[in-house]
């Protein structure tokens, strides 16, 4: 999936938790999201803080389609809750291959 596939996805499916995201799509989604907050945060942290809260849901399931596409329930998401352990086990999770 190349890098405006993945970003066009994740939007277009940005509050569904079922099924499956691969591996590009979700990295390629959090760069984008990364790059543009990074950009805006230039220009003022309140405009860069409105954006990451427009785009938490899309993060959200693109995040839990992809612990569905390694066999991990979508509730394993809650250790991003977990300061810094828990987005390292998540992170680790996210770049499994996907279970067939």
């Given at each position: 999936m ?18 499956k ?13 990364a ?8 220009l ?16 959200l ?5 992809r612990?569905?596409?390694?066999g ?29």
């Open positions: 190349t890098f405006q596939e993945s970003i066009q996805t994740c939007l277009n499916k940005y509050a569904e938790f079922e099924g995201a691969s591996r590009s799509e979700l990295w390629w989604f959090h760069l984008a999201v790059l543009v907050t990074s950009a805006l945060s230039l003022s942290t309140v405009v860069a803080s409105i954006f990451l809260i427009a785009v938490l849901l899309p993060i399931a693109v995040g839990a389609r612990l569905n596409a390694v991990k329930d979508k509730w394993w998401l809650l250790l991003w809750l977990i300061p810094v352990g828990g987005i390292i086990v998540l992170a680790i999770w996210w770049s499994e291959p996907d279970v067939v």
